[in-house]
């Protein structure tokens, strides 16, 4: 996630204040700008062995990123707000474990009972930026469909969790219910179509290198 080494961290900040840090495991980010905090803060923490801390010095408390870490590093790093000093808001970030943990992103029926029939579209993706799979849930409403197009240059994982419908192939056409597994080969012709009671489908694929996620749904 962050491409800052600690090396060019420690120019910057001795360049930029003329004092170089007074712990290694210290990052003091108040002398970079604001889109660069995050980065070099993620960096440091990666050189880090499991149980091992550094504080993080801030003009502010840092609200998104404890939101950030949440994300990326459920369970795996421990926030341990400090007593503030020299207008700085300090922080301790302790590394618990050694990689993120497995957990749980969703549970796929609730989010499906909880989605109006009516609503077509992503309504559920994949979220930590550090993650080698993208994956979305589509809700097609009824009769709704995706025309026919050619797919990525990627295979594709489905999973229908709700409803029904009808996968047109480059030669026929599938039948649809929940719990088919697809698999859809890269560049393989599809069209989707939604039954009278709509459907919705996980899909799963290799995340694509230059991707920029958005709200806009994938659907592959």
């Not at 091992?52 to 939101?67: A, F, H, I, N």
């Not at 029939?117 to 009824?142: C, K, M, Q, V, Y």
Request: net charge negative; aromatic share 4%; proline share 7%.
């Amino acid at each position: 996630m962050a491409n800052i080494h600690p090396s060019t961290y420690s120019e910057v900040a001795m360049s930029d204040t003329g004092m170089q840090q007074p712990n290694a495991r210290d990052i003091d980010v108040r002398p970079l700008r604001p889109q660069h905090r995050h980065r070099a803060i993620f960096e440091a923490y990666e050189q880090l062995v499991t149980g091992e801390s550094m504080v993080v010095m801030t003009d502010q408390e840092p609200e998104g990123l404890r939101k950030e870490l949440d994300r990326e590093l459920a369970g795996a790093c421990r926030w341990k707000p400090l007593p503030s000093a020299d207008d700085a808001y300090r922080v301790r970030l302790t590394k618990l474990a050694s990689t993120a943990l497995p957990r749980v992103v969703a549970n796929t029926r609730k989010l499906g009972e909880a989605t109006d029939p009516a609503t077509g579209g992503s309504i559920w993706r994949l979220e930590p930026g550090a993650r080698d799979l993208d994956s979305n849930i589509i809700a097609l409403p009824a009769g709704d469909e995706i025309a026919l197009h050619a797919g990525p240059s990627l295979d594709v994982l489905i999973l229908v969790l709700r409803g029904s419908g009808e996968l047109h192939t480059e030669l026929d056409v599938i039948a649809l219910q929940q719990g088919n597994l697809i698999w859809l080969p890269k560049y393989a012709q599809r069209r989707f179509v939604a039954g009278p009671d709509g459907m919705q489908y996980l899909t799963v694929h290799q995340r694509k290198p230059t991707l920029n996620i958005t709200a806009a749904p994938d659907r592959s």
